[in-house]
């Protein structure tokens, strides 16, 4: 599922596949009671007459919140919406890859989960 890299005695990187990452923050979340709405796609925000924020999906429900924070992603429906200016991601390049092997000799031993 994970490993990390110890440098100098220190860990100082973590690897960890993405999926079980995301079921490990959302199994969190749940276990804290907080509930999670699958299925709902952001459309619009306004700021609540009363302080706070109230996000509209696209089918037609409402929430309404102290704060609001945008979690989605690099076409952020959020962002679109608070910063209309914005002029959108720029592709950057590639600039790193990697992948999972198994029977190669590394200098240094992979620490498991
Ligand atoms: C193939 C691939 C491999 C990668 N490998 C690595 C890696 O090995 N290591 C690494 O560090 N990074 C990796 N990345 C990059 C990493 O996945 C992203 O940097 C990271 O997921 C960004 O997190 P985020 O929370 O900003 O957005 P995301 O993880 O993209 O999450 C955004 C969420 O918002 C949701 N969403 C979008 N629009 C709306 C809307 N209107 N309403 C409601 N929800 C919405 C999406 O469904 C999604 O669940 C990889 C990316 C890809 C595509």
Known sequence: MG??????????????KRV???????????????????GKKLEDI???A???AVATFQDGTSVSGDY??????VHSR????????????AF???INSGGYTS???VPSEPVKE
């Open 46 to 48: 306004k700021a609540a």
């Open 78 to 89: 959020t962002r679109q919406i608070i910063d209309p200016g914005f002029q959108g991601p």
């Open 20 to 38: 079980p990452l995301g079921n490990i923050l959302s199994d969190e979340v749940e276990r804290q009671g907080i509930p999670i709405l699958r």
């Open 50 to 52: 009363e302080g706070g």
């Open 103 to 105: 029977g190669v000799e």
């Open 3 to 16: 490993g990390g890299v110890l440098v100098g005695g220190g860990l100082k990187s973590v690897f960890i």
């Open 68 to 73: 609001l924070i945008g979690c989605d992603g």
């Open 92 to 94: 950057t390049g590639l």
